[in-house]
Nanobody, 127 residues
Framework: QVQLVESGGGLVQAGGSLRLSCAAS????????MAWFRQAPGKEREFVAA??????????SYADSVKGRFTISRDNAKNTVYLQMNSLKPEDTAVYYC??????????????????WGQGTQVTVSS
C-alpha cells in the first residue's frame, strides 16, 4: 500500500506562485510514475503533470494548459514529489491531487493508470 499526503495549497492572487508537495509512504517510490491531477467544481478530474521513475533528470510531461508555468519534480531520498506553480491564473483554481502508479506507465495522462491518490489540496487563484 502507498499513502500520499499533499500540502502547500492555499489562496494566491493571479500571477503568484505556489509549491505543492506530496509525501509518499512505501519503499518503492522511485520505481513509480507520479502525477498531479486537478478537479475544478463541476468538472472532471484532469491531468496536470507527470514524472517518470528515476532520479534527477527523470522525464516529465505536462498538460498544454500549464506547460511553461508549472514544473513537476521528485526527490526519491525524501519520497516526495513537488509541483511548482508559477504565473497562476484564476482558471487554475481547483483541488489538486497527487497520484501514484504501481510502476512506470507510458500513458501517464490516463487517470486509470493510477492506483493511489492523496486526499487533495485546494488551490484558489483570485483575479
Amino acid at each position: 500500500q502507498v499513502q500520499l499526503v499533499e500540502s502547500g495549497g492555499g489562496l494566491v492572487q493571479a500571477g503568484g506562485s505556489l509549491r505543492l508537495s506530496c509525501a509518499a509512504s512505501g519503499r518503492t517510490f522511485s520505481s513509480k510514475t507520479m502525477a498531479w491531477f486537478r478537479q475544478a467544481p463541476g468538472k472532471e478530474r484532469e491531468f496536470v503533470a507527470a514524472i517518470n521513475p528515476g532520479g534527477r533528470g527523470s522525464s516529465t510531461s505536462y498538460a498544454d494548459s500549464v506547460k511553461g508555468r508549472f514544473t513537476i519534480s521528485r526527490d526519491n531520498a525524501k519520497n516526495t514529489v513537488y509541483l511548482q506553480m508559477n504565473s497562476l491564473k484564476p482558471e487554475d483554481t481547483a483541488v489538486y491531487y497527487c497520484a501514484a502508479a504501481s510502476y512506470f506507465t507510458a500513458t501517464y495522462y490516463d487517470i486509470k493508470e493510477y492506483n493511489y491518490w492523496g486526499q487533495g489540496t485546494q488551490v484558489t487563484v483570485s483575479s
